[in-house]
């Protein structure tokens, strides 16, 4: 009897010593999780929980103190030597702690994400405090302008979604403002069309994301050499006693004087080309890179690949500063072209060719027949200006860049016109068109090369570019485009006299 009442007074000791405690919540992992934000998947592919709602109930479980000093700090243990959650209410401590992984969340959450079209990462992710991303959404969007309903990340900065309020253009020009009023020029703004459903969306970046990489080799020296090589290719194409020997060339570099005239008019053209881009960006705000001229064995040069090295506005400024070049660089060709047709040669004797090459183009080819009438029949030989052949190799090279696909000045008018969804399908079918051209043309094998390699885009967005183009730049950027077809295609009638009509 004794036994058993020394056994129960144990017990009942030990019970006094006893204290209740809460257990930490635990994520439920096997419930399917109904968030669809991409702030909840993250947190799911993090092991955490996405809302309170898929926390389990809070458990009891009974854990007995370690020795005194533990109460005596203010600490309790459990039964493994780690420290437990103090007693109290259970959902606050809960709240607090899931308030505290949420901030830790929201500003990691933004330093990844889908890069700009045609803008490179960079090399460190920037990361964006919680704080900052409340202020762009409390304070720079707003109803008047667009008002968000969801957020994401997005290269380094974060991508929100919502309505656009207005015209977009304003509405762009509003947050811009605010934007400069609390965070001066740290960040930069897009407005730009969401590629899986077309709705506006606004895009946040660091300017520190925008900075172009440094090249292993400074650009002015590569353009030198790309220039100087070019230079050397339009003055073979141009002098006739060297295009069947290259060779020769390197022995007798004197034969080279022959093709100043016509090197002089091509790069003239060139230079009409690229003058047009600059006056263009002068007056849009637009920093240019330095331009590399690309030789070419077949008509002297490809042109030049000028990069725009900022932000343009908007697609109407894409579309003015496009258009410029090939705008300056046609309208050169063609006042030399009708002045080889009206002028005689001022040799006398001019260079002979055959009828046949004037169906190489549709263009050239209509305005021969115009200019030579009867004269320009089928298998004969004629003689006839040398402008005009120079000419028509300016034309041509407006004109090849003037083809709708990558990053060409026809890549850029067709983005600035219809959009990038339909610049991505232009570019796809004109690069497949060269591609079956090149089975019959060496130039047109070339270009689809160049364009694959160095061209293909994407083009850089720009700031806004919901808003189109008003009716006198689409008229403008039209015109661009149909010229350079009809440059391109061949005159598909046979040259004959009238009286054999």
Request: hydrophobic share 45%; aromatic share 10%.
């Amino acid at each position: 009897m004794r036994l058993i009442l020394q056994s129960c007074c144990r017990r009942m000791a030990m019970t006094a010593n006893l204290n209740l405690y809460p257990m930490a919540p635990v994520p439920n992992y096997n419930q399917k999780s109904s968030c669809n934000n991409t702030n909840d998947r993250l947190r799911l592919r993090l092991k955490l929980p996405c809302c309170t709602s898929h926390m389990r109930r809070p458990r009891f479980q009974c854990r007995a103190s370690v020795n005194d000093n533990d109460k005596k700090e203010g600490r309790d243990l459990d039964d493994s030597g780690q420290e437990a959650l103090p007693s109290g209410d259970s959902d606050d401590s809960s709240t607090a702690h899931l308030e505290k992984e949420q901030d830790n969340i929201d500003a990691f959450k933004v330093t990844s994400g889908s890069p700009l079209p045609g803008v490179k990462p960079p090399g460190e992710p920037v990361k964006i405090p919680k704080e900052t991303l409340d202020v762009l959404r409390d304070q720079v969007f707003g109803f008047d302008t667009f008002f968000v309903t969801g957020q994401e990340p997005y290269e380094g900065g974060v991508l929100f979604k919502g309505n656009l309020r207005g015209e977009a253009a304003k509405s762009y020009m509003k947050l811009k403002g605010r934007l400069q009023e609390r965070f001066g020029e740290q960040f930069k703004l897009f407005i730009l069309a969401n590629p899986e459903d077309d709705r506006p969306i606004a895009v946040v970046v660091p300017k520190e994301s925008l900075q172009s990489e440094p090249t292993a080799v400074p650009e002015w020296f590569a353009a030198s050499a790309f220039g100087l090589v070019s230079l050397f290719t339009i003055l073979l194409r141009n002098a006739p006693s060297l295009q069947m020997n290259l060779l020769s060339s390197f022995g007798n570099l004197g034969l080279l004087k022959e093709g100043f005239s016509g090197a002089f008019i091509t790069a003239a053209i060139l230079g009409a080309h690229e003058i047009g881009h600059i006056l263009a960006a002068k007056s849009l705000g637009a920093e240019l890179g330095v331009p590399y001229f690309i030789p070419s064995w077949q008509i002297g040069s490809f042109g030049a690949i000028t990069r725009v090295t900022n932000v343009l506005t908007s697609r109407k400024d894409l579309l003015q500063f496009a258009a410029a070049g090939p705008l300056a660089g046609f309208s050169l060709s063609f006042f030399i072209l009708l002045s080889g047709f009206i002028l005689p040669p001022s040799d006398g004797q001019g260079v002979i060719i055959d009828a046949s090459v004037f169906h190489e183009s549709f263009l050239v080819g209509g305005i021969a027949k115009l200019f030579l009438g009867d004269i320009l029949k089928e298998g004969t030989k004629l003689a006839v200006n040398p402008l005009i052949i120079w000419a028509w190799s300016g034309l041509l090279i407006n004109a090849l860049n003037s083809i709708p696909a990558g990053e060409l000045d026809g890549g850029r008018i067709s983005l600035a016109l219809w959009g990038r969804k339909v610049w991505t399908r232009f570019s796809g079918l004109s690069i497949a068109l060269l591609g079956f051209s090149s089975l019959i043309s060496d130039v047109a094998f070339y270009w689809v090369v160049l364009i694959f390699f160095l061209q293909r885009g994407p083009i850089p967005p720009q700031a806004e570019e919901i808003s189109r183009p008003d009716d006198k730049n689409v008229v403008v950027g039209i015109t661009v485009l149909v010229l350079g077809l009809l440059i391109c295609l061949p005159f598909p009638f046979p040259f004959m006299s009238d009286s054999m009509l």
